[in-house]
């Protein structure tokens, strides 16, 4: 069974709104945010979830710094063996963190780590789309979010168990 670890924002966590800014970096063992509709792919992938890290767009873009410290440092504590950043939808704040955290795992720990945003997000794919992989996801309130989800348990399980994505992310990411 393959160790996913999940990063959240405020949003996605269910721990606040877009109001709710300052929420402080916390972790959960618990299922949460988008990893509930994730779950019936995750476990098709024999995946499942370890943590749901979190914080607010505000606390991270006080300190983004000690944030992705914090993020990468607990992906290689719990030993996930993929994280998956996201999706992060057209929400600007939490594209950036995402691909910065996802960019860090990688470079740091060499856990696997994607991103998920939507296009709305072009500076970030743009700065990041080379480092990390960024898998293409809707805008909020769009369709295709089954499809995202999928596709991003599909390639952390296929990175996680070493397989050449090439092709894969050839057709799912930016």
């Not at 993020?71 to 950036?96: E, H, M, R, S």
């Not at 089954?146 to 090439?166: I, P, R, Y």
Request: aromatic share 6%.
């Amino acid at each position: 069974m393959k160790r996913i670890m999940m990063v959240y924002d405020q949003i996605q966590a269910g721990a606040g709104t877009k109001d709710d800014k300052m929420v402080p970096l916390k972790a959960t063992k618990e299922v949460v945010g988008p990893a509930v509709m994730m779950e019936r792919f995750l476990k098709k992938n024999d995946e499942k979830v370890i943590a749901c890290v979190y914080c607010g767009n505000g606390t991270y873009n006080e300190n983004p710094e000690e944030i992705i410290r914090k993020i990468t440092a607990l992906a290689a504590k719990l030993k996930a063996d993929a994280v998956i950043c996201g999706p992060c939808f057209n929400y600007a704040d939490y594209a950036a963190m995402a691909a910065a955290a996802a960019e860090s795992i990688v470079k740091n720990t060499g856990i696997p780590a994607v991103a998920c945003m939507s296009k709305e997000n072009a500076d970030t794919i743009s700065a990041f789309k080379d480092k990390v992989a960024i898998v293409k996801g809707p805008k909020k309130g769009e369709t295709g979010l089954n499809e995202a989800l999928e596709n991003l348990c599909v390639l952390a399980g296929q990175m996680a168990d070493g397989k050449d994505t090439a092709e894969l992310k050839s057709r799912i990411c930016y």
